[in-house]
């Protein structure tokens, strides 16, 4: 798993790693029953903490996206699809939040939005899964 | 459980004050980072931490026991690289390492050798000869060697290039991922100390300014440690 950290932002280091762990499952990238990368592992490919690993996959187990398996790794938890498929929803419905902030911003319509959209679903390539 | 408790900390060098009433702690089995900037006191608290320099007040505990009373205890179990390593130079790299394996009751010798290689540093070379890189490695090589529960790097990689950077992360990675290992960490360049940290105490003028969590103060500041930092240490100069 190549995860792209950075270091310097904000945002705290365990949450970017939960977040594209999260957007993994969500793309289908990571499936119900997949093994992740042991802490260690993923603390000595990528250079950081341990601990900061470890807190990131304690919080998607306590999301119910990982569970822990007795004596084996972290794996991809089998009610992971459904909550994969709320977290699909829930990213795209952000990033059209903010397109509608930047919409009132800007003093756009309604009408003036929905043309926008419409304008670009026919390029949406669905996929057969 | 801490690893490093530091009370009341003061150093006094005639009328300056390097250090002033620090107190902090930093937990077991984590890396923290020692963020100030150059002159903000870092290495003469470190320097007293490991009994180098003699506190004009307050007190040091590393692994539960004083700094000072327990010196020779604790040099068994706390490795160190100071900012400037000072090896006996014209000694061969492998009289060094023998020499300073001598003073260990347990000596992970096949880890050092492994380290040698790795930095690709000839044995039979003297000290004084290697480059200011290898001569970093090699005080990095020799601090793990002693197995540490506790390591302490001062400044340790400071205008050194990427590779050797590189190094002292992977050093501080491997040495975390055993059981309870603490690091403690000092730089001014909070970036590089960003990657491994999960705590930080930051100091300016000597004083304490923050310490704690690294993820915490990101998240209670919603901000870079960079910017955090400057942020602090400015609120703080305009008092």
Known sequence: ?129 | MNAIVVENLTKRFGRRTAVEALSFQVPEGSVCGFLGRNGAGKTTAIRMLMNLARPSAGRATLLGLDSRAHHTALMQRVGYVSESPVHYDGMKVRDLVRFTASFYRAWNAPRVGELLDRFAIDRDQKVRHLSRGSNAQLALALALGGDPELLILDEPATGLDVLVRRDFLEGIIQLIQREGRTVLFSSHLLHEVERVADQVVLIDHGRLIHSGSLEELKLSMGRSLEESFVEMVGERARL
């Open chain 1, 1 to 129: 798993m190549r995860l792209n950290l950075s270091p310097a932002s904000p945002i705290p280091m365990y949450l970017q790693i939960a977040e594209q762990v999260r957007r993994a499952i969500a793309a289908g990238t990571l499936r119900a029953g997949d093994e992740l990368p042991s802490v260690r592992a993923l603390a000595s490919e990528h250079l950081i903490n341990p601990n900061t690993v470890a807190r990131a996959y304690l919080e998607l187990e306590r999301e119910g996206l990982l569970a822990k398996r007795r004596g084996s790794g972290t794996y991809v938890s089998s009610a992971a699809p459904t909550l994969g498929e709320a977290h699909r929803l829930a990213v795209v419905a952000e990033l059209i939040d903010q397109a509608l902030a930047a919409a009132e911003e800007f003093g756009l319509t309604r009408s003036q939005v929905r043309a926008l959209i419409d304008q670009r679903l026919p390029a949406l390539q669905e996929k057969s899964s």
